[in-house]
């Protein structure tokens, strides 16, 4: 049987063109979601803080205060018609809490207020992150996670001595997935695979 002949530098590129058009279009439809995060410093009268600022974070975290949260930014379509309890789970599961000791000679500053002046030396900070498809959305939701956790530590520093969290800065969000260049680099991947197939195939049934 005979087959007709083919180019294949012209199968190469056919198929690598068509895998980077899928890719392509597969970028453009899907959702897009940023990440926004925001850091907490810590200071303390020692440098080794005396409670877990993770364990701060988790009481701050509580379900109620999260659906207080859940109902007043209203993150989620209506549509989805969540329960409150499945509202708080994924609203958990999109955000992140990560601290980070501080390292190296422990910078101090001088706190003079009412009473008798004190020193707080650098703990470390405390990271909150939260996902999101609407960047606004996401910067709202870490800022009020940051109050919850501001908030808890203050009462609880009430009774275990002078411990100060900060925000240190506004929120930085970017945007979270594969990059444009990545995803058309694997469908071009993709392409060029299929080629290969199908050249092995092309030549076995031209034997």
């Known amino acids: 049987m005979r087959v007709k002949q083919f180019d294949p530098t012209v199968l190469a590129l056919t198929c690598g063109l068509i895998g980077m058009a899928i890719a392509a279009g597969w970028y453009a439809g899907a959702q897009r979601l940023y990440a926004s995060t925001l850091t907490i410093a810590i200071q303390g009268e020692q440098q080794q803080p005396s409670r877990d600022p993770l364990g701060v974070a988790t009481r701050a975290f ?53 009473g008798e002046p004190f020193v707080l030396q650098e703990q470390g900070n405390l990271q909150l992150s939260f996902v999101h498809a ?41 945007r979270t997935g594969l990059s444009f260049l990545l995803v058309v680099g694997l469908g071009l991947g993709g392409g060029w695979c299929a080629a290969i197939v199908v050249a092995v195939m092309r030549r076995r049934v031209a034997h």
Request: proline letters at 6%; a positive charge; glycine letters at 6%.
């Open 134 to 174: 609407d960047p606004r959305t996401a910067n709202a939701a870490v800022g009020m996670l940051a109050t919850l956790v501001i908030d808890e530590n203050f009462r609880e520093a009430m009774a275990a001595g002078r411990t100060r969290f900060w925000v240190a800065g506004p929120p930085k969000h970017d």
């Open 62 to 114: 509580s379900d109620q205060r999260l659906l207080a949260l859940v109902q007043r930014l209203q993150p989620y379509d209506a549509h989805h018609h969540f329960s409150d309890v499945d509202a708080v789970q994924r609203f958990r599961h999109e955000m992140a809490v990560r601290f980070t000791p501080a390292t190296g000679p422990a910078r101090t500053e001088r706190y003079v207020g009412a």
